[in-house]
């Protein structure tokens, strides 16, 4: 096994190796050529055989086949070559000379070897090349090179840039992709590149039309970046971007796209809110930068902005919240990105700083994810199919107390209140089956969701026009008992096209999807943790809820099956469409346009039929259903001005532009009551009364002028000037627009020539740093507007209207501005084989648009405000790529990448007099918990006892000064750590996660006091055991209590100190193995592919936290889910 | 062509404020325009009554001053399947800050005194307004605050006067002294009186109205005889009282069963009513749809609480108060009495009641209290027995001033049982809560302190506004 072929594959070298006749022969004034950097094999070309199978293919793709699997570069005319006929081919392991006599037949093309290349020319045109060859000579003169450049699949790359080496010259191609150098010397050597392709070093003799077929990227630092309105690489940005590409986002079988990001991308925090599907999602980009709303990013799909959150008239039933702002108390669930199909992603790149945001100026101060769908690609028709099936399952419970413990802390409880049980006591009091023993978490948690999900998608298309559509199937249950289910259905296209001249260019793609989510509208997660353990049959003998009602027809327990006949169901449509136009006006300049439009619309319908309720609230309490809609929809026009040209070593690239947007958001809220039976809750028409809870009409508008300046020295120097003038309709008329502008700069020292000479490890090395202002305008519509709104009435008061605030007005909102300061360092070893980033940014909010907290003497608990406070995220971001080895057949690769984060409130004027003296603490975290000290339990009483602010023992706390303990809760140190190894046609790949946190533990109990029984709950971890039971008993949990008389004493102690401690995790987050067929075997079934894979997701936690879940963090929340899947993929 | 497309571009560059103008939406009104026409300025004061009217409001139901303050005295006895503590730490005397149990007064009313704040500001400045309109909105909105801030002082003493909507400002302010409060609360009762007019209106304020659905003349008097008797202003209460009383062609004493039904069934005792509008449950009442115990018993969601049993025991087997307005229930065995003033709890029935917020029972009670303080012995007395007769009871034989007091005590707590918590306010404005609870807070599985007397401010509140203070015994 060859371990490494270092020092292969670079171009320059490549160009050196090559013989004498082989340079004299690209004298040839005819011969367009290719030149191909791959690595070069170290057996000579006669020994060597090839094999090439594809139908209706160009000789040009054939050529450059045979260029990979031999390192032989070919040397042709474009224009002859483009003329042949395409060839199909079945050829296997067959020598080079009879492969190419194959494909040259009847086409009128011989050619002939010279050393490693293969010239291709007319037939009988050998001779007359020899000639002119050797007649031309060594020419000293100067000379024109005319050229054109390509890609693998012959489209015209245009602005591809040519430069003279060790001259001043250099041009860019136009938009045939062609270019011409004038008045150089023979012997020139001239570098072509192009954003996203490897870069090639060619050497001109003499004049020459020449194609330059650029092969796209491999290397992660030269592969294309998305940055907004445009592309960057690695190389030569000046930001800072994460991204990750379709093969990651494949591998794991998630629903959400931002979930496949999870533990992958520095700088950024994920979690989940629960294990449903579609549940909610939050994000968090270098911190928490606002102190309790606006931290989402901006998110950009396809060039059109997409909503961070649903509408506050979905209630999302057991969807979780995505860390979203409560909009008038009502926080909507779920989260809008699940309404996207991972599948049809090509990349989704993050963009962290000021350089890389400040163009979308008042919207990406939590930084921008821009998504960018798939597109066809030039070639024949050729069909995917992607199946996978699976199974997801809870796979940590609690441990709780057994019947047994459960009675004994029940009758202690009580005997220690001096009481005997109650007739509501029916835990202990006899009513119930004392000698049942249920498992709870088995019993309500313990199913098995199961998960079917198929992609089909047909992509193809000729040099000028491709074109992909695809569509999707999606269905998924869950581990709740019952037959709840999300189904999703969902239709991608995109097409892009140029006209024949190469001006006109226009991209159009088009994302629709349909889901129907049928789930409880509780999640039972509580309940399986509270119940008691020796709570009655979920159902009667006969099938019916079992109320186990006593003798005067009342329930005795809330069965929290009946959550599971309390229907919740969503529907969701979702368009995404978007239209890219540009016309080259003269070399150089382009405008653009960026056209998009948006719909997301959701229905909801909650039912609470009587069949779901305790028998005796079934008279007092009328049929229900609750029906809601939202619609969010947006468009947007953005034209542009884009200019790009070559000064010598200089690049400059200048962009101008303008943002011209509107969101719509209509949706409703419904009630209907007074239906007259069960079955008829889901038809508004049955129900008496209709009572509208809340309608949300707003628009936004919003409006901007922008513009970018890039200035690049010889790939050494690189500088970034971006600007952006904003306006939203979000504030007062004194306040609308606002100037946001960033630098960004980076040197590339590996380009000095000073430091190339004496460097051979370091391949690549780059600082780069950036500085510039963003905004924020995350803030509800018309929050500077007095708005009284109609309050819904069922029997309106003495039959007239009545109106009520909404909320308190203020005037004088203004924009909220973040101030970015980043530096990085970005370096490669070893021929680019490990790539470092490093980043440490310093970013600081202030004037900070919130709800800011009033007591509710003014009226209202909150008022939008701009904040005084200054929040400080410092973010230390560290990103390490390393290929381990780089064989034929084996193949490893190594991320990992950590982020050290720090957020810290850095000011606050006048603190210690507005709403939040007691909240928020200068030079702290903002959400530190401030927390009792626990002192124990007193030996005598068996009560709590903590510090208070004296340092004085008590059991009784001022809830305002005694919190002298502050904790941070938010993660520490987070990041993954991914492995790919392929060897031959396997593929196997795995990604930990890790995140460093501390959190509350569930040490002293579940959510009531030990001892509390309440609707058939009170069970308690089995931490619990070692509670007081007589005085002098040295204990850390107090007395059993069975009346809630110390139920003050275990708030204290649930905020105490001692409630929290590390909630750390590592977890293997996906793994997934592939094979794919070979070759050969496929072949004779003729098709392109088969893969067969298997994914894991969430499959090992290794964690202290005695919760469930240590990244939902929630007692009431499903957990993530362990997910296994195997599935087919099939190419034709 | 080319420069065509270089001039729109241009155009369309161009940051424009008329691109991020916005229409106010279209399904609210803005603080500029709501008091600009008399239906809209007159819906923010309806507002104000359809949410009180409302279940989970102050007025009425499972959040109400009656549940709460009957809870809180010896009237009501707490299902023992509750587990929810805010009801639990009412019952016991047990509130606490740190459950955030004994703020529900507090929280509900000052977002409604916003409201009459920005009445009296925005109507008071409109131009626009039919000027019977503007007045009578005026005067109900200073009798609003006046009704709000009695409630408010009176459960937590001290509390921050709030007279305007600048928050900047409220957001700071620290507790006014109670008789500061009073004296705002005079002020606006006064003028509420010279405002409003003496009939009942309808919802155009312009017509009159057989309901009595809207607070006028009559009933900014009766609340300022209130609360000159809570003064100990003894005189004032009683010239007050009159001027009801005096009135017999608006109000007489119903039958004992037409008490509360609504005004325009006849009910002339009612002084002001509220009408339940905005719930999806529809009812009569919240007081009878949660305090009638159906067959199947109390239970802890929403039939929770029952009638004490010293209260029940407190009435004469013949007096029909007992008979009348309290009902029963048995339930394995157990007998559950309840407040039957209001009969009607089904839903969807057609609305033969109202919830009575005060009415004219009251009033005879207010003077001949007031009487008998100032010694006028046979007024008190005829004020007394004119309540006795409703009741069936015979008239008093008590004649000096001492004990007389005591019999209207004790007729009041017989009265005006669960009917917004006039037995608490009674014992603590006669000094009588610590003799009293100290026996029934026992019974109720608590222990009693006089601190108890005043329920504590909001933790949230405390923290947002460090001006506040906490009330004694409370951490």
Sequence with gaps: ?1132 | MKIIFILLLIAGMSSCSKLVEVNPPSTSLTGSNVYSSDATAIAVVTGIYAQLGNQGDIASGLKSISLFCGLSADELTLYSGVTSFSYIDYYRNSLSVALSTGSDVWAGAYPLIYLCNSVISGVGASNNLTPAVKTELLGEALFLRAFFYFYLTNLYGDVPLVLSTNYKQNAQMSRTPQAQVYQQIITDLTNAQNLLSSNYLDGTLLATSPERLRPNKWAATALLARVYLYMQKWSDAESQADLIINDSSMFRLSKIDMAFLRAGLGNSEAIWQLQSAVSAVVTNTFDAFIFVIPSSGLNSVSHPVYLSQGLVQSFDTADLRRTHWVDSVVVKGIVYYFPYKYKVSAIKTPVSEYSMVMRLGEIYLIRAEARAQQGNIAGAQADLDAIRARAGVSNTNVNDQISLLAVIAHERRLELFTEWGHRWLDLKRTQAVDSIMSVATPNKGGTWNPDWELFPLPLTDLQSDNKLTQNPGYN
């Design chain 1, 1 to 1132: 096994m060859e371990i490494s072929n270092l020092g292969k594959g670079l171009p320059c070298a490549t160009w050196k190796l090559l013989p004498q006749q082989v340079r004299r022969a690209m004298r040839l004034t005819a011969i367009l050529l290719t030149v191909v950097c791959v690595n070069v094999s170290a057996h000579s070309y006669e020994q060597q055989t090839v094999s090439f199978s594809g139908k209706n293919v160009s000789l040009i793709k054939v050529f450059s086949s045979i260029e990979r699997q031999t390192g032989i570069s070919f040397f042709f005319n474009y224009a002859i070559v483009e003329k042949t006929k395409p060839v199909t081919l079945d050829l296997r392991n067959v020598e080079m000379d009879e492969l190419l006599g194959i494909v040259l037949r009847g086409q009128g093309l011989s050619y002939y070897k010279s050393g490693k290349t293969i010239f291709i020319v007319k037939d009988g045109d050998q001779q007359k090349y020899s000639v002119q060859n050797d007649a031309t000579g060594v020419s000293k003169d100067k000379i024109n090179v005319k050229g054109k450049v390509v890609n693998e699949e012959g489209s015209p790359l245009i602005g591809a840039s040519i430069t003279v080496k060790d001259g001043n010259k250099s041009v860019l191609t136009d938009e045939k992709g062609s270019f011409e150098i004038k008045n150089i010397p023979a012997n020139s050597i001239i570098i072509i590149s192009f954003v996203g392709y490897q870069k090639q070093i060619v050497n001109v003799d003499e004049v020459g039309k020449a194609v330059i077929v650029l092969k796209q990227a491999t290397n992660i630092l030269d592969q294309a970046q998305v940055i907004a309105y445009g592309y960057t690489t690695q190389r030569l940005s000046t930001s800072n971007i994460s991204s990750i590409r379709s093969a990651d986002i494949e591998r794991q079988p998630v629903d959400n796209p931002l979930l496949a990001m999870e533990g992958r991308v520095p700088g950024v925090f994920i979690a989940q809110a629960n294990g449903l599907p579609g549940s909610g999602v939050t994000i968090r980009v270098q911190g928490q930068n606002s102190i309790n709303n606006g931290n989402d990013p901006l998110y950009v799909i396809d060039g059109v902005p997409y909503t961070s959150q649903m509408l506050a008239t979905t209630s999302g039933g057991p969807l979780g919240n995505s860390g979203g702002q409560p909009l008038n108390n009502a926080t909507p669930g779920g989260n809008p990105l699940s309404y996207i199909n991972p599948a049809d992603i090509e990349r989704i790149d993050v963009l962290k700083d000021a350089d890389a945001t400040a163009i979308y100026g008042s919207r990406a101060a939590n930084g921008a994810i821009l998504i960018t769908t798939k597109t066809g690609k030039a070639g024949n028709a050729k069909t995917d199919i992607n199946v996978y099936q699976g199974i997801g399952q809870v796979s940590h419970k609690l441990h709780l107390l057994n019947t047994q413990q459960y009675l004994q802390m029940r009758h202690e409880a009580l005997a220690n209140d001096g009481l005997t049980p109650a007739p509501t006591d029916y835990d202990v009091n006899g009513f119930w089956d004392t000698t049942r023993n249920t498992d709870w978490q088995k019993a309500l948690l313990g199913g098995t969701a199961q998960f079917t999900n198929a992609n089909a998608s047909v992509s193809g298309g000729n040099s000028s026009t491709q074109y992909l559509v695809g569509g999707m199937f999606r269905y998924a249950t869950t581990v709740f008992p019952g037959s709840f289910n999300d189904k999703k259905g969902g239709l991608h296209f995109s097409i892009n096209t140029h006209s024949n001249d190469g001006k006109f260019h226009l991209q159009l793609s088009g994302n629709y999807m349909v889901d129907d989510n049928h789930l409880p509208q509780i999640d039972l997660t509580n309940s399986a943790l509270q119940l008691a353990p020796d709570a009655p049959p979920l159902y009667n003998k006969d099938g019916t809820i079992n109320w186990m009602t006593n003798p005067a027809g009342t329930s005795t327990w809330f069965n929290p099956i009946s959550n599971l006949y309390n229907l919740y169901s969503s529907n969701t449509d979702n368009l995404i469409s978007n239209a890219k136009l540009g016309y080259k006006l003269i070399k150089g300049l382009e405008i653009k346009a960026n056209l998009g439009y948006t719909n997301l619309q959701t229905n909801e319908t909650s039912q609470s039929p009587d069949y779901a309720k305790p028998p005796e609230l079934r008279s007092s309490t009328p049929l229900t259903a609750v029906f809601s809609n939202s619609n969010i929809n947006s468009w947007i026009a953005e034209p542009q001005l884009d200019y790009i040209n070559v000064f010598g070593k200089s690049k400059l690239g200048a962009l101008i532009g303008s943002t011209i947007e509107q969101q719509t958001s209509n949706g409703q809220k419904i009630t209907g009551t007074g239906y007259p039976a069960d079955q008829l809750l889901g038809s508004l028409a049955s129900a008496t009364t209709v009572i509208v809870n809340s309608t949300i009409a707003a628009v936004y508008k919003y409006n901007a002028l922008f513009g970018r300046l890039n200035y690049n020295f010889d790939d050494k120097y690189l500088i970034d000037l971006t600007g952006r003038r904003d306006g939203s309709s979000r504030f007062g008329p004194k306040n609308q627009f606002h100037d946001f502008e960033a630098i960004g700069i980076a040197w590339i020292f590996t380009n000095e020539g000073f430091i190339k000479k004496n460097s051979s490890f370091m391949s690549f090395g780059k600082i780069r740093g950036s500085y510039g202002t963003t905004g924020n305008d995350q803030i509800g519509d018309y929050r500077y507007l007095d708005v009284y709104t109609p309050l819904s009435q069922a029997t309106p008061y003495q039959n007239t209207s009545a109106l009520t605030y909404l909320n308190l007005p203020n005037p004088y909102l203004e924009w909220e501005e973040s101030r970015k300061l980043q530096f990085g360092l970005d370096l490669a070893f070893l021929h680019d084989r490990i790539i470092f980033n490093g980043t440490y940014a310093i970013n600081r909010s202030s004037n900070q648009l919130l709800p800011y907290n009033l007591p509710i003497i003014t009226g209202y608990y909150n008022v939008t405000e701009n904040f005084p406070a200054t929040v400080e995220n410092r973010s230390l971001e560290l990103a390490l790529t390393s290929t381990n080895i780089r064989a034929s057949k084996f193949n490893w690769t190594t991320t990992v990448n950590a982020t050290i984060p720090r957020n810290k409130l850095v000011a606050f004027p006048n603190l210690a007099n507005s709403s939040y003296s007691y909240s928020y603490v200068i030079g702290e975290p903002i959400n530190v918990v401030q927390a009792f000290h626990y002192m124990g339990v007193n030996a005598q009483t068996g009560v709590y006892q903590f510090s208070d602010q004296h340092g004085n023992i008590t059991t009784s706390l001022n809830l305002l000064t005694d919190r002298t303990k502050r904790i941070n809760i938010l993660p520490t140190i987070y990041g993954g750590l991914e492995n790919r190894v392929t060897y031959g046609d396997f593929d196997l790949n795995f990604l930990f996660q890790f995140v460093k946190q501390i959190n509350s533990n569930l040490r002293f109990g579940n959510v009531n006091v030990p001892g509390f029984f309440s609707d058939g709950n009170g069970n308690q971890p089995t931490s619990v055991l070692g509670s007081w039971h007589q005085p002098g008993d040295n204990a850390k949990i107090m007395r059993f209590n069975s009346n809630g008389s110390l139920a003050s004493s275990f708030g204290y102690v649930t905020s105490s100190d001692a409630a929290f401690s590390d909630a750390s995790f590592i977890r293997l987050k996906n793994v997934s193995l592939s094979w794919k067929t070979p070759d050969n075997l496929i072949r004779r079934i003729h098709m392109a592919y088969i893969r067969f894979y298997v994914e894991g997701q969430n499959l090992i936690t290794i964690t202290k936290y005695t919760g469930l879940d240590p990244e939902t963090l929630s007692l009431n929340a499903l957990p993530t889910l362990s997910v296994f899947t195997g599935g087919v993929q099939l190419g034709f």
